[in-house]
T-cell receptor, first 114, second 112 residues
Framework: DAGITQSPRHKVTETGTPVTLRCHQT?????MYWYRQDPGHGLRLIHY???????DKGEVSDGYSVSRSKTEDFLLTLESATSSQTSVYFC?????????????FGSGTRLTVV | SQQGEEDPQALSIQEGENATMNCSYK?????LQWYRQNSGRGLVHLIL?????REKHSGRLRVTLDTSKKSSSLLITASRAADTASYFC????????????FGSGTRLLVRP
């Protein structure tokens, strides 16, 4: 998707290891979000950010942390990966005047914890 | 907890037919949005309807919003095989947060 990229696209990791997913945007938007998508649950919000060093928890934040040291990058870290964190992770950005605009999503990172 | 719930969970129609998907939500909202997701891809924003609007059109899409019933519907007219995808409603709440909350989606199959 134009303006927002996620890396890596796929990752397999072992239980107990830390994992960091990266979301990079070129749109200079303040608001960024991390979601996870699992069958039967739709998308659930993990963490979000209003700006540099300004983050907050979403619905399913346990076991995850985030950092935003630059406007363009929003990192999601699984501190000690568990099998329940096997999922597809999506990053999204939104316009400052977001009450009238939708989100733009990245292409996702498929994470498998074995 | 999920804000929006779509109905039906899955829908199979013939090309050329209309597809209607429904969404219910629980709390007061600022706006409601619909997204499409093709298999293995990210979500694409389709249309947004604000809480003070009742109906909105975009091409073959028609969205209605009934805030008294806390429900919305998405109508795709003259469906095409390329419309095969999952469709999600999402709500932006009225509180001070700016979190978009998604439902679990409707899987639409349009048969050629």
């Amino acid at each position: 998707d134009a303006g927002i990229t996620q890396s890596p696209r796929h990752k397999v990791t072992e239980t107990g290891t830390p994992v960091t997913l990266r979301c990079h945007q070129t749109e200079n938007h303040r608001y960024m979000y991390w979601y996870r998508q699992d069958p039967g649950h739709g998308l659930r919000l993990i963490h979000y950010s209003y700006g540099v060093k300004d983050t907050d928890k979403g619905e399913v934040s346990d076991g995850y942390s985030v950092s935003r040291s630059k406007t363009e990058d929003f990192l999601l870290t699984l501190e000690s990966a568990t099998s329940s964190q096997t999922s597809v992770y999506f990053c999204a950005i939104s316009y400052p005047g977001q009450s009238n605009y939708g989100y733009t999503f990245g292409s996702g990172t498929r994470l498998t914890v074995v | 907890s999920q804000q929006g719930e779509e109905d039906p969970q899955a829908l199979s129609i013939q090309e050329g037919e209309n597809a209607t998907m429904n969404c219910s939500y629980k709390t007061s909202i600022n706006n409601l949005q619909w997204y499409r997701q093709n298999s293995g891809r990210g979500l694409v924003h389709l249309i947004l309807i604000r809480s003070n609007e009742r109906e909105k059109h975009s091409g073959r899409l028609r969205v209605t919003l009934d805030t008294s019933k806390k429900s919305s519907s998405l109508l795709i007219t003259a469906s095409r095989a390329a419309d095969t995808a999952s469709y999600f409603c999402a709500t932006l709440r009225m509180d001070s947060s700016y979190k978009l909350i998604f439902g679990s989606g409707t899987r639409l199959l349009v048969r050629p």
